[in-house]
């Protein structure tokens, strides 16, 4: 029989709601747990099921910790600022606020709709000023300790969106909202002085449960670089012994340097154009590389290109050998000191352009074939035309040519980052205002912070001005202002901050939502904080989760919070695919709705499938003819109440089921086997009726273990039962380690040291009992007319003489 999912769910729903079981409470004497999943951006497409799959991992794992005795913040919010909710404003006419205030209503009915435990008293949102706020006042705190600050610099800036992008938005060379590629454009940009946290960040993730591969994302990331900067002289330059600094991971190698690369955008070149013969060369390759973006001039498998500056060369410092010098698009200014020392002996992009350029070719470490390729083992021979370091390994070359460079004065040893500052700005309407003001007289001064927050005025038109401004710098009542240092005359910031701002500190608001001092109270942070478990989206491990480290990271060293690092676990799901197996887009018509697949289904029936569909952490395609099995599965659960007998304990057939079940179910939860899980549940109800009972408290035990997973119809069940305890308020199920093994075994009988057949006795029975059961069996028993005598080694075999 088929069960009435809606009444049931709509119920359910009703129930918790008044019963307020979600609702986390401050500073109980219960020990604490903060389940958090990355709060939605509210599109107007509403939920997707890629959302479902990564909130339902911590919806069981919270629903369970509840059952545990803990008191469970499981909070929900919206990261509502960004370009797709500006655009769809400007298409149809409608402003940013009504549109993102229409599908935060969509989407918390959806959410509801499938029965998530969040606490709704605790909801955020970044476009709410009284929330934005405190995101303003932490910038206002980092540009007050010089970790906020303007630039000019080339920067990632996508055509079609009309925005700067950080590094973190344009990998692979494309706008991570539109898919555009990038071009470099420079710009006045603010940026977050994020690699001043490189290290912290880095330690950091030794004190933290991170998945290994989100740990590499994020190491791989900041890029950490142990090597020296070096000192070339320079010949033809504007002043006497004019010096470019280079920075080399293998100064090792400094005998095989025989050419030098700038970026173009190198300093040097401005300062000593006059001296440059082929400076018209220059200029025209400098614009043809403003035309391509980060990943187009740096990826390794590029042509190279590049023009020698004529009339200038460097003189190596280790043997005084004058080297050409060139610029090339491969080498950008941001990384190190945007010139490097060029071995092609052992670099393969070095390598590459040597030959390109016909120059010469040194090999100062052995074991390679440097006629064929570069030689790049740095384990593999030792140095060779290296002077005082012939015969050394590597390491040890390493050593003696830093501490020698560092001696003499032409270098020094320097940690490098590849991990750039944050760019910080956009220029679009629908993000939070830079509290900054201009003034003639006191440069850039912040917004007083007892006039926060600086609302974001409203406008009726959001396009960018001519000259690709934000539409604020149209406002004149927003932009022209007194300055709060000295009175005068002064202009506001028309940028806006990135969508990423709201989201990197949205956990802590979550502690204290409507706190009007703070951005959370101190105390209350140290109860519930840090986060214990936090599940996400690998594409976001370089993004927002890099990014909330750094400014709670920040917060802590200013005293803001009391603990260092964000999340103490982070977890991340696979990507549902679309039944053809490949990624779910509108364009290719796969798109999976929920809200048509509970109508059909019921929330229930897509919990169970969302979980199970396979391994949680590897993308899985999507199959409706498997959300039909869950449903029948579902059905023969609700059918249990046929079989249930009124015995509130276990049977003895049942026992070690129940138990197994029980440590089973629970060790798969907290190992996010939650398809396993599943899988172990749908076994049991095989045993189940395959026996043809169940009793009533095994029944109460399953449903326990299966209410994180289909909360609503466990529910319906136990009332049926006759509890008067809903499930949400009742224990989660403890199994006995004595019951994990069956009580009776399957003895092997021998006859004069012949097996002859087995026999099912209690583990501990004496002889008496086993010889019992072997007369009782007829075919045993027909073999022993004339018995001699009995070996019973115990829990092992019996052998009768005949």
Request: hydrophobic fraction near 35%.
């Amino acid at each position: 029989m088929e069960y009435d999912f809606k009444s049931i769910e709509q119920k359910w729903q009703g129930v918790w709601e008044k019963e307020k079981i979600c609702e986390a409470v401050d500073f109980s004497d219960k020990p604490k747990f903060y389940g958090l999943i990355e709060f939605p951006y509210p599109s107007g497409n509403g939920l997707h099921v890629g959302h479902l799959r990564a909130f339902t991992s911590i919806e069981i794992i919270a629903r369970k910790r509840r059952l545990e005795g803990f008191n469970v913040l499981f909070p929900i919010g919206f990261d509502a600022f960004g370009l797709p909710t500006e655009n769809y404003a400007m298409q149809t006419g409608k402003h940013p606020r009504v549109v993102t205030d229409d599908n935060i209503a969509t989407f918390t009915r959806q959410l509801k709709a499938f029965g998530y435990s969040f606490d709704y008293s605790r909801v955020v949102d970044t476009t709410d000023k009284d929330y934005y706020k405190w995101t303003q006042w932490i910038f206002i705190q980092l540009f007050k300790r010089g970790l906020a600050y303007k630039s000019k610099a080339y920067v990632n800036y996508c055509e079609k969106c009309k925005v700067i992008l950080a590094n973190e938005e344009s990998q692979g060379g494309v706008c991570d909202r539109c898919g555009s590629a990038v071009i470099q454009r420079e710009k006045n940009v603010w940026f977050l002085k994020i690699r001043d946290y490189a290290e912290k960040l880095l330690d950091g993730l030794n004190d933290v449960d991170y998945l290994p591969r989100v740990k590499t994302e994020q190491i791989n990331w900041i890029g950490k670089s142990q090597g020296a900067e070096i000192d070339f002289k320079v010949k033809g330059g504007v002043v006497p012994d004019a010096k470019i600094r280079v920075f080399t991971t293998r100064a090792d190698t400094l005998f095989g340097v025989t050419f030098m690369v700038i970026a173009p955008e190198h300093p040097f070149i401005s300062e000593n154009e006059k001296n440059i013969r082929n400076m018209r060369e220059i200029e025209d390759y400098r614009a043809e590389t403003k035309k391509k973006n980060e990943f187009e001039r740096t990826r390794v498998n590029k042509d190279k290109t590049g023009v020698r500056l004529d009339g200038v060369s460097a003189v190596n410092p280790v043997n005084g050998r004058e080297i050409p010098v060139f610029i090339s698009d491969y080498v950008t200014l941001d990384y190190g000191t945007g010139a490097v020392m060029a071995v092609p002996a052992h670099d393969t992009r070095d390598y590459e352009f040597a030959k390109k350029f016909g120059l010469d070719i040194i090999e100062v470490i052995s074991g390679g074939d440097i006629s064929k390729e570069a030689y790049t083992d740095i384990n593999g021979g030792v140095l060779i035309n290296s002077d005082f370091l012939n015969g050394r390994s590597v390491k040890d070359a390493l050593k003696k040519i830093t501490a020698r460079l560092t001696e003499k004065g032409l270098g020094n040893v320097k940690v490098n980052y590849n991990m750039k500052d944050w760019a910080f700005n956009r220029q679009r309407y629908w993000g939070e205002p830079i509290p900054i003001v201009y003034c003639e007289k006191c440069g850039a001064v912040p917004v007083p912070e007892s006039e926060l927050p600086l609302v974001l005025p409203p406008l009726d038109s959001y396009k960018q001005t001519e000259n690709g401004e934000s539409p604020l710098a149209n406002v004149e009542s927003f932009v022209n202002c007194k300055c709060p240092v000295c009175g005068a005359p002064a202009k506001r910031e028309t940028d806006t901050m990135p969508q990423w701002a709201g989201s990197s500190w949205y956990y802590l608001r979550y502690i204290d939502p409507k706190n009007d001092k703070a951005l959370a109270d101190f105390e209350k942070l140290k109860y519930f904080g840090p986060v214990d478990w936090y599940n996400g989206g690998m594409e976001h491990v370089t993004r927002h989760l890099i990014y909330s480290r750094f400014w709670n990271h920040f917060l802590y060293d200013i005293g803001a919070v009391p603990f260092k690092e964000p999340y103490k676990k982070r977890t991340a799901q696979g990507l549902v695919l679309g039944e053809n197996g490949v990624k779910m887009s509108k364009s290719l018509g796969n798109v999976v709705s929920p809200d048509s697949l509970i109508k059909e289904a019921g929330a229930d029936v897509l919990r169970l499938y969302i979980m199970f569909m396979g391994d949680y952490e590897s993308p899985v395609p999507w199959s409706n003819a498997s959300i039909s099995g869950c449903r029948r599965f579902l059905d023969r659960v609700y059918n249990l109440l046929t079989l249930t007998d009124g015995n509130e304990g276990y049977s003895k057939k049942h026992t070690t089921l129940i138990n197994r079940l029980i440590k089973k179910v629970g060790e798969d939860i907290e190992a996010m086997k939650f398809n396993t899980a599943i899988a172990a549940m749908m076994a049991f109800i095989n045993e189940i009726y395959s026996d043809g009972y169940i009793s009533k408290g095994e029944l109460k035990a399953f449903l326990l273990l299966l209410y994180p997973f289909v909360p609503h119809l466990a529910e319906e069940l136990n009332e049926r039962l006759g509890y008067d305890t809903i499930l949400a308020k009742s224990a989660y199920p403890k199994y006995d380690e004595k019951n994990l093994e069956d009580s009776a075994f399957e003895l092997p009988v021998q006859i004069n040291g012949k097996l002859k057949g087995t026999v099912i006795v209690e583990k501990d029975a004496d002889l008496a009992a086993v010889k019992a059961a072997v007369l009782g069996n007829p075919s045993l028993s027909a073999l022993l007319t004339d018995i001699k005598k009995e070996i019973y080694i115990p829990k092992k075999i019996i052998n009768f003489i005949v």
